[in-house]
């Protein structure tokens, strides 16, 4: 395109690009001096509103952030909801047992943990299956969890709030004196 007739109050850039008030037709178009595709492009690209480059500049960009927001959706971590928009703290999951470190004390009343049973227990190790999902919070001790079809094992102690699901089959090795309050969901 060498040459096509512009409205009176259209204006040409020292880049050949020409701006029209975006309020004029896109019929009258008038590129001098504009020999190549890629000037005839941004000549034209100029002619949009603001907010259609935008979308373009999204939707290339876009593609690029993709791999990080697929990647974070496959962490198996989680924020546990709040209702008093304090900001959580991390849970994670290992083998399948959610644990949520050192949660804030808003997050305990939340739940009615002292309100929970409690359990204690001495150093032992022994096998327990969980007929029940059971939410805990320790309030002492430590504890290696070996889950049955993982290779790997975690502790949990003082101040973890920990989620094992109903069927879910473990082996508890109690290294220091346990006392906790504990949930079951049928």
């Given at each position: 395109?060498?040459?096509?007739?512009?409205?009176?109050?259209?204006?040409?850039?020292?880049?050949?690009?020409?701006?029209?008030?975006?309020?004029?037709?896109f019929h009258s178009l008038k590129l001098r001096n504009l020999s190549n595709p890629a000037n005839a492009?941004?000549?034209?690209?100029?002619?949009?509103?603001?907010?259609?480059?935008?979308?373009?500049l999204l939707v290339a960009v876009l593609p690029l952030f993709l791999p990080i927001i697929i990647t974070k959706s496959k962490l198996k971590e989680i924020i546990f909801a709040r209702s008093d928009q304090e900001q959580s703290?991390?849970?994670?999951?290992?083998?399948?047992?959610?644990?949520e470190r050192n949660p804030p004390q808003s997050r305990l009343v939340e739940l009615g943990v002292t309100a929970w049973r409690t359990w204690e227990g001495g150093p032992s190790k022994f096998p327990w299956?969980?007929?029940?999902?059971?939410?805990?919070?320790l309030l002492e001790g430590k504890v290696k969890?070996?889950?049955?079809?993982?290779?790997e094992s975690f502790e949990i102690g003082a101040g973890d709030l920990v989620v094992f699901?109903?069927?879910m089959k473990v082996t508890w090795d109690v290294t220091e004196a346990v006392k906790k309050h504990y949930s079951l969901q049928k």
């Open positions: 395109i060498r040459e096509v007739r512009l409205p009176a109050d259209a204006q040409q850039t020292s880049t050949g690009i020409v701006s029209l008030p975006t309020s004029k037709a492009l941004a000549m034209v690209m100029s002619h949009f509103q603001w907010n259609r480059t935008v979308i373009l703290p991390m849970a994670i999951e290992i083998c399948g047992v959610k644990i299956e969980f007929t029940a999902t059971e939410t805990m919070y969890v070996y889950v049955d079809g993982h290779d699901t109903k069927g």
